[in-house]
């Protein structure tokens, strides 16, 4: 059965720090990985997706960026935190025309 | 530009009644309409899902409708349970034939005992 693996859980980093997340699947070939937040009180916003390895689609412009380094990891990145960088980070996976699975989230906080 | 929309952001139901959670979307080239649950600080969990070729699916207490011509779906849950208590968030892929999902802003559905 497919897995997804999503670390750390919990992350409190100060405001310039570097940020990385990483997000990797199991049981399945050539996902389609996703990074979704969820800021405080707000929906879940898509940040990334990509449908294979180096393939990368930015949907908003932000202080952040994402890598697909091999089939079934996916990281998230940034070189200096902002404040507004704080939220619930969602890692997700789907094949073709099916629903998405997610990671149990990270939670970030920037200090 | 919120392409798909959930207008109550909670909705409070009695254990037992019927729970109704609605949801609208603006783009029509959306074809794969989803719901998920999400309890704090897990990930969404996948709840029921409809093709645009339908506008019923039924999974149990969970029932999803779609309304093509209003862009509209809604998700019943009945009876309710208190452990139905979540937040729920529609969800719309297919689009320009992309797959990812599109997420609506989620609504806290309470169930009072």
């Known amino acids: 059965s497919q897995t997804i693996h999503q670390w750390p859980a919990t992350l409190v980093q100060p405001v310039g720090s570097p940020l990385s997340l990483e997000c990797t699947v199991e049981?399945?070939?050539?996902?389609?990985l996703y990074w979704y937040r969820q800021a405080a009180g707000r929906g879940l916003q898509l940040l990334f997706y990509s449908v294979g390895i180096g393939q990368i689609s930015s949907e908003v412009p932000q202080n952040l960026s994402a890598s697909r380094p091999q089939d079934r990891q996916f990281i998230l990145s940034s070189k200096k935190l902002l404040l507004s960088d704080s939220g619930f980070y969602l890692c997700?996976?789907?094949?073709?025309?099916?629903?998405?699975?997610f990671g149990q989230g990270t939670r970030l906080t920037v200090v | 530009d919120q392409q798909v929309k959930q207008n109550s952001p909670s909705l409070s139901v009695q254990e037992g009644r019927i729970s109704i959670l609605n949801c609208d979307y603006t783009n029509s080239m959306f074809d794969y309409f989803l719901w998920y649950k999400k309890y704090p600080a897990e990930g969404p969990t996948f709840l029921i899902s409809?093709?645009?070729?339908?506008d019923k699916n039924e999974d149990g207490r969970f029932t999803v409708f779609l309304n093509k011509s209003a862009k509209h779906l809604s998700l019943h849950i009945v009876p309710s349970q208190p452990g139905d208590s979540a937040v729920y968030f529609c969800?719309?892929?297919?689009?320009?034939?992309?797959?990812?999902?599109?997420f609506g802003q989620g609504t806290r559905l309470t169930i009072n005992p």
């Open positions: 997700a996976w789907s094949s073709t025309n099916t629903e998405a699975f």
């Open positions: 409809i093709s645009s070729i339908k």
């Open positions: 049981g399945t070939s050539n996902p389609n």
């Open positions: 969800a719309a892929s297919g689009a320009g034939g992309a797959q990812k999902l599109v």
